[in-house]
Structures are given as C-alpha cells and as structure tokens.
C-alpha cells in the first residue's frame, strides 16, 4: 500500500536549518506530484512548496519563497525539503503528500514530523 514517511524534523534556533525528507514506497514514484504542507496546532493546514513529476518544476508558498527548496529524488524514491533561514513561524508539524494527477489536491499523506524553532 501507499506510505509516505517524513523524516528529519526537530528543534532549532531561529536562523538555523533542517532538512526533511519524505520516503515514499507502494507506487511509481516519478509518476506522482509531491508536496508539503505544515500545520500549526488549531490553525489549517497550509501549502508550504510543491514539485512535479518530473522535478523541473516547483512553486513555494509566499511565507518560504527564497529560503525552503523543494527536491526529489527518483531514485531514492524520496523528497526533499531543505529549509534554511528558519524563524519562529515557521514551526509547524510538517506534512509530505503525493497525488497521481495534480499538483494542488492530495491523496496520500504521511503522519508528520515536528519542527520547532525556538527564538
């Protein structure tokens, strides 16, 4: 069956970095759009970056533009998030999602991986 997997979160200062990943099995990998989103606690969930089958191409939400990039890896069947510059805001339970046919509404989810940035 499908499973996505995050990694790599933890605590971190203010201006430091974390790399996650999101390892993925059950499926073509390469065939799938990815993405991540995070989720505060009693807020929504909200889009954080996205990338496509191919990994070509990504988009960012406005709030990482410039210091999150976005990566895939098909032979690893993994993903990637490198997020640099990191402030207080942007601590969240992180999500890595996948869908077959588009970029903007997902299927499957992992379960989350906590990252906190202290000040």
């Known amino acids: 069956q499908v499973q996505l997997v995050e990694s790599g979160g933890g605590l971190v200062q203010a201006g430091g970095s974390l790399r996650l990943s999101c390892a993925a099995s059950g499926f073509t990998f390469s065939n799938y759009f990815m993405g991540w989103f995070r989720q505060e606690p009693g807020q929504e969930r909200e889009f954080v970056a996205a990338?496509?089958?191919?990994?070509?191409?990504?988009k960012y939400a406005d709030s990482v533009k410039g210091r999150f990039t976005i990566s895939r890896d098909s032979a690893k069947s993994t993903m990637y998030l490198q997020m640099n510059s990191l402030k207080p805001e942007d601590t969240a339970v992180y999500y890595c999602?996948?869908?077959?046919?588009?970029?903007?509404?997902?299927?499957?989810w992992g379960q989350g991986t906590q990252v906190t940035v202290s000040s």
């Open positions: 999602a996948a869908d077959r046919f588009r970029d903007s509404e997902y299927t499957y």
């Open positions: 990338i496509s089958r191919s990994g070509r191409a990504t």
